[in-house]
């Protein structure tokens, strides 16, 4: 069974920081591009970040480029989102996905975790 666990979110000032985690398990995602994606109230879920497991190729929304950074450890099945210099329009649940396709369109993914709350506050 595929099971993808979030843990990190939580409330920060503007201005702070948050790292989010994703550990992955169930299968081999050695093929696989692991994804971000966040939906705030009212708003689609959109794309915010990714990653190839295999190549290790970056993707990121322009609402974050330079902000956030995505990476992985292929060891500990585990990626994460180092999220830096937060706004308030960066509060959402965020989800972490894995898909073999990818990596920027949300339909391409087969797993989703539960999501984890961001709150940023002005």
């Known amino acids: 069974q595929v099971q993808l666990v979030e843990s990190g979110g939580g409330l920060v000032q503007a201005g702070g920081s948050l790292k989010l985690s994703c550990r992955a398990s169930?299968?081999?995602?050695?093929?696989?591009?692991m994804g971000w994606f966040r939906q705030a109230p009212g708003k689609a879920r959109e794309f915010v970040a990714a990653v190839n497991w295999s190549t290790s190729r970056t993707y990121y929304a322009d609402s974050v480029k330079g902000r956030f950074t995505i990476s992985r450890d292929n060891a500990k099945n585990t990626e994460y989102l180092q999220m830096n210099s937060l706004k308030p329009e960066d509060t959402a649940v965020y989800y972490c996905?894995?898909?073999?396709?990818?990596?920027?369109?949300?339909?391409?993914?087969?797993?989703w975790g539960q999501g984890t709350q961001v709150t940023v506050s002005s």
């Open positions: 169930g299968r081999s995602f050695s093929s696989y591009s």
């Open positions: 996905a894995a898909g073999p396709r990818g990596p920027m369109n949300k339909d391409d993914y087969d797993y």
